[in-house]
Nanobody, 122 residues
């Protein structure tokens, strides 16, 4: 069983910085395309940042966070990070760690952590 656990959510002031961590464990042979999503109150869950887990590392960012957020991964520690800077009130959301897990030749499961709350407010 693949498990994802997010940590690092907190209350921060506008303009501040925060780093979220996603620790992953279990059978990781089929895991690829890890990412961060967030869900603001009353809104649908939206993609924040994505990173590949095999071959050349590639990243992708939502327009709203590009230039302010950085996604990275430490394979030795089995941890993915989301470094956030210049935080804005609209960044307030529950942040989720996600991953695709191929369990067979014809089936890919979506794996989610339980989320961590980030609140940006003065």
């Amino acid at each position: 069983q693949v498990r994802l656990v997010e940590t690092g959510g907190a209350l921060v002031q506008p303009g501040g910085s925060l780093t979220l961590s996603c620790i992953y464990s279990g059978n990781l042979d089929g895991v690829y395309n890890m990412d961060w999503y967030r869900q603001r109150t009353g809104k649908q869950r939206e993609m924040v940042a994505q990173i590949s887990t095999s071959g050349p590392s590639t990243t992708n960012y939502a327009d709203a966070v590009r230039g302010r957020f950085t996604i990275s991964r430490d394979s030795a520690k089995k941890t993915m990070f989301l470094q956030m800077t210049s935080l804005r009130p609209e960044d307030t959301a529950i942040y989720y760690c996600g991953a695709d897990n191929r369990v067979s030749a014809i089936r890919v499961d979506r794996i989610w952590g339980h989320g961590t709350q980030v609140t940006v407010s003065s």
